[in-house]
């Protein structure tokens, strides 16, 4: 929220005084994301500002009037979110992420010498990472990988999974999977490190910092930072309609030296020098 509310700042508005913010959250469960919107659209509200495909698909359900800014939505022309990038159509429009399966796979081939299976643990209630996920099948593909797709609903699910991938001894781990069905950053970059697999993310930088050893997506910030710009072109008088939706000028590429250390694994030079960031 808080480069999206910088920018606001920046263009004059005044909270409380020239517009007031209603945040809701639902807490990572897909299921209440409806009776947030409603709730919202009762007060009333003059723009939604949805996060995630999950949450835009359900405003976009529950109105075709209220302007809508979406912040974050991979594929947003697949999904049926909006006409095209260049003209949205309709009352929508936003910041697009880009779906990085196979760039990530690509760099974990160039990673791991002899790579060949990989497991990828998705967040089956997500719309937005099957989209991710059916990406990164087609980029395993074209590299010659074979991928072990691993659905999970809960943390339930999630335990099972992990159990799952420790037994069938996979080279790498690619992780799609919100923290809508993690207990916590740490769950997931702790399991791998355990059994000294090498491991991708791309929902959230916290991974890595919770000992993740490698972080690829676009930069949050900027996409957050753009919607706010588009918020403010509306309430000038433009239409959603007319608003192309924005695309990420900027990739986050993080590379965990300790965590490769503590696996066993030489991050090879030519990684190195596409990251944006190095933990050292």
Do not use: C
């Not at 007060?43 to 698909?57: E, F, K, S, Y």
């Not at 999977?177 to 929902?203: E, G, H, W």
Request: no cysteine.
């Amino acid at each position: 929220m808080e480069p999206f509310a910088q920018v606001l700042r920046e263009s004059g508005y005044v909270e409380g005084r020239d517009i007031v913010t209603e945040l809701r959250t639902a807490d990572s469960v897909i299921d209440r994301i409806p009776g947030l919107v409603s709730e919202l659209l009762s007060i009333p509200v003059d723009i939604l500002v949805p996060q995630g495909t999950a949450t835009t698909l359900a405003v976009k359900a529950a109105t075709s009037t209220v302007p809508i800014v979406f912040v974050r939505v991979t594929d947003p022309v697949r999904q049926g979110i909006v006409a095209s990038l260049a003209r949205p159509g309709g009352n929508v429009t936003g910041t697009s992420a880009p779906s990085v399966g196979p760039k990530q796979l690509e760099i974990l081939k160039e990673t791991i010498p002899g790579l060949r299976r990989v497991a990828v643990l998705w967040h089956a209630d997500n719309p937005g990472i099957g989209v991710m996920v059916r990406d990164a099948e087609d980029g395993a593909r074209a590299l010659g990988l074979e991928l072990q797709v691993i659905g999970v609903h809960t943390t339930a699910d999630l335990d099972d999974a992990l159990e799952t991938i420790a037994r069938s001894h996979p080279d790498a781990l690619l992780v799609v999977a919100s923290l809508t069905v993690q207990r916590d950053f740490n769950q997931v970059p702790d399991f791998a490190t355990k059994i000294r697999l090498p491991q991708m993310y791309s929902d959230s930088q916290g991974y890595v910092r919770a000992g993740a050893m490698m972080f690829l997506a676009g930069n949050f910030a900027s996409l957050s930072r753009a919607s706010a710009a588009l918020v403010d072109k509306i309430f000038k008088g433009a239409k959603p309609a007319d608003l192309p939706v924005e695309l990420p000028t900027q990739i986050d590429f993080i590379v965990n030296l300790q965590t490769a250390a503590r696996i066993g694994l030489t991050i090879p030079d030519s990684v190195l020098r596409q990251a944006t960031a190095i933990i050292k």
